[in-house]
């Protein structure tokens, strides 16, 4: 039984593949071919192939994609239980019954922008999040408090909206 999602996505630019917290490679034909390890080489060709410069959240944007992601969890009736913006990733943690967890993804994503987008935070042609997303099925009470606990306590100090 599903209990939840738990839904990552990070900015554009902040993390490539080869950087040293890991990257994974979505096509895969098996999991060793999945990982891919750290390598400042690559790093540097995929920041020049680069088409936009990277995107980092301040508060003001931080501000606009929580109260964006809180505001289409009660229109969808969806019950967000754990949200966590931060200056290059957003975490979240929701239930959604009758809804796949790439809807989930792509619908945050997509109201995210569009407000960052009505409020004049970012440009029009500016890409906001990086392709795809982190995006786990928390199917047991253990995965989901620790998902829980982990967006709402291990993400370090609180950051100002301002």
Not at 58 to 67: L, Q
Not at 76 to 100: I, Q
């Amino acid at each position: 039984m599903v209990l939840g999602y738990f839904v990552t996505f990070t900015c554009y630019g902040t993390w490539l593949h080869g950087d040293d917290r890991g990257s994974w490679r979505r096509n895969a034909k098996s999991l060793r071919e999945y990982f891919v390890p750290p390598d400042p080489k690559l790093v540097e060709s995929m920041r020049h192939r680069m088409k936009h410069p990277a995107t980092s959240l301040d508060g003001p944007m931080r501000k606009c994609v929580r109260e964006g992601i809180e505001a289409y969890c009660n229109f969808k009736s969806w019950e967000l239980h754990a949200l966590a913006v931060r200056t290059n990733h957003v975490h979240v943690v929701l239930t959604a019954p009758l809804n796949t967890i790439q809807q989930v993804m792509v619908a945050a994503k997509a109201r995210a922008t569009f407000l960052l987008r009505e409020a004049g935070l970012t440009s029009p042609d500016q890409p906001m999040w990086t392709e795809g997303a982190s995006k786990i099925v928390l199917d047991t009470n253990a995965s989901f408090d620790g998902a829980v606990h982990y967006v709402l306590h291990e993400q370090g100090p609180e950051l100002p909206d301002d």
